[in-house]
């Protein structure tokens, strides 16, 4: 079901994305995605399970460099519940973290995170993306729209400034667009570089759309975001590109920038359906 969202002036919206009230944690308006008002967009809860992995670790010096989210039943805008478990090691730590709505598992993610150890990098090392995403974030003004998807006040359009970078996104194929959090993800908290960049990451389906989202959903069903340095600054650019398949099942993937150049990757999986296509009929059970 497609959101109905009402816009409230500017002066009643949260001042967070998320409060934490005792062991719970209590999502605004501002949480909710494009699909249904009922239900978070992903990149909230992802940036959350971010900060949840980060707080897990008591010293300094470690950094989040993969955090694989599997969404398993649409993250209802409603108090979460956490579970966790942690496997350290010297130079890694394992995590699983779980979210629950009324002890209903919603989202689960498995984070790594690896003990820093600064060295210099021989000049001129080869990579494997654009040095840089350009257009600058300053030199951009066009704010993405998604052609079908609904305005007004949700994730991915009050709590989160974008600016398109490269491509047409009211046209289907990739595209490139420099995202930042308007308001903190936790109240009270700042916003780690890796916190932004999982709440950008989860844009990549949106921004490179292949099926018109009038006819057609096509949300992401989990997320791997690998990041090999932190990104600096507020911006975070994300370049993306969906494949489609009639089986109903897409990927899209998004090379993920700052604005001195490439920060990491990420890749989504695609539930895709027609809109008001009949349900699947179960195969007929063989005569005995």
């Known amino acids: ?8 002036k500017t002066t009643d919206l949260p001042s967070a994305v998320y409060a934490q009230d005792g062991l719970l944690w209590q999502p605004s308006v501002l949480a909710r995605g494009p699909w249904d008002a009922r239900a978070q967009h992903g990149g909230a809860p992802s940036a959350l399970l971010v900060h949840l992995a980060e707080s897990a670790m008591t010293e300094p010096g470690w950094q989040l460099t993969r955090l694989s989210i599997e969404l398993i039943k649409p993250v209802p805008v409603a108090p979460l519940a956490v579970r966790q478990e942690l496997h350290a090691a010297r130079s890694t730590t394992r995590m699983t973290l779980e979210l629950y709505a009324d002890d209903i598992l919603v989202a689960r993610a498995h984070a790594l995170l690896l003990r820093g150890q600064p060295f210099a990098l021989p000049a001129q090392t080869p990579g494997w993306t654009a040095a840089r995403l350009l ?14 998807l609904p305005e007004g006040t949700a994730f991915h359009t009050a709590a989160v400034e974008s600016r398109v970078a490269q491509g047409d996104p009211s046209q289907p194929g990739a595209a490139s667009a420099w995202f930042r959090l308007r308001v903190p993800l936790v109240q009270g908290q700042p916003s780690s570089p890796a916190m932004r960049a999982a ?13 018109p989202a009038e006819r057609y959903l096509f949300a992401n069903a989990d997320m791997s975001l690998h990041l090999h340095r932190a990104p600096q600054g507020e911006w975070i650019g994300v370049a993306s590109q969906t494949q489609a398949d009639g ?4 990927t899209t993937l998004s090379q993920l920038y700052d604005e001195h150049g490439p920060v990491g990757v990420a890749v989504q999986s695609l539930v895709l359906r027609e809109r008001g296509a009949p349900a699947a009929t179960p195969p007929a059970t063989p005569a005995a």
């Open 1 to 8: 079901m497609q959101a109905t969202i009402v816009t409230p």
């Open 199 to 211: 709440a950008a990451a989860d844009f990549g389906n949106g921004l490179s759309w292949v099926l």
């Open 247 to 250: 089986s109903g099942a897409g």
């Open 135 to 148: 257009p600058l974030p300053q030199d951009c003004t066009e704010r993405l729209r998604i052609p079908g």
